[in-house]
């Protein structure tokens, strides 16, 4: 399996608080420390403790790209991991220093250690010497104030390699007021991502989503439309 369970003391996957709810006391703590604090206090309430089923079941069925992938606000490290592999380096970012510590704690005995790397920069600014064949977002686009969604699209685009492949887990789709996480729609993305160059290649449910969450799964491809039933299965 492509995934190495660990126990890291944060919510086991099942249990995670709706988004609904944390929306009215993640803000807070946001203001006052970033996230750092929240890492450093232990409020992350978006970390399942393991790997992204969905991220374990494309690894599994061999269904990413091989060669860079990046995984941005990776926090405690667990899809980098998932996704690391001989064919697939994986560069995971983060910009809490405490958040890449536990990462290092967790992983930095695994196996795999010379296939992934943890990096502290901001997704925003960063621009590594080389380009990315695969980025997987979950959490920075509905982390991110919705006036920045342009600059994160505009991000993704630069650090994406021209046949290179974005795969995002759209959440929370809810109708909730305020955030961080800000509520999600298919548009949002589309408003963003088209205008640089990207066009989606599948839109659709996600089968392996985890106990509270409803979402969605896009993958799109830079100037190239292919059409696929299921972000999944190629």
């Given at each position: 399996m492509a995934e190495e369970q660990q126990k890291t003391g944060q919510s086991n996957g099942e249990n995670i608080i709706p988004p609904e709810e944390v929306a009215k006391f993640l803000p807070e703590t946001?203001?006052?420390g970033g996230w750092e604090k929240c890492w450093e206090d232990g409020i992350t309430p978006w970390d399942q403790g393991r790997a992204t089923p969905l991220v374990v079941h494309l690894v599994d069925s061999s269904s990413l790209p091989l060669g860079r992938a990046l995984v941005p606000g990776c926090g405690g490290g667990h899809d980098v991991v998932a996704m690391a592999s001989p064919e697939r380096f994986v560069v995971g970012l983060d910009i809490s220093e405490s958040a890449l510590a536990k990462a290092a704690e967790t992983y930095g005995s695994?196996?795999?250690a010379k296939y992934f790397t943890f990096v502290k920069e901001d997704f925003f600014t960063w621009r590594p010497n080389e380009l990315f064949d695969l980025i997987f977002d979950y959490v920075v686009?509905?982390?991110?104030e919705p006036e920045m969604r342009p600059a994160w699209a505009k991000s993704m685009y630069e650090l994406l390699k021209p046949d290179g492949e974005l795969i995002t887990l759209m959440y929370p789709i809810t109708d909730h007021d305020g955030g961080p996480p800000y509520k999600v729609a298919v548009s949002t993305y589309e408003d963003v991502l088209v205008p640089v160059g990207f066009k989606a290649v599948s839109i659709e449910e996600n089968p392996y989503s985890i106990a509270t969450r409803q979402r969605e799964a896009w993958e799109v491809e830079e100037d190239h439309l292919i059409q696929e039933i299921s972000l999944t299965l190629r």
């Open positions: 946001v203001e006052e695994s196996p795999k686009f509905c982390a991110i």
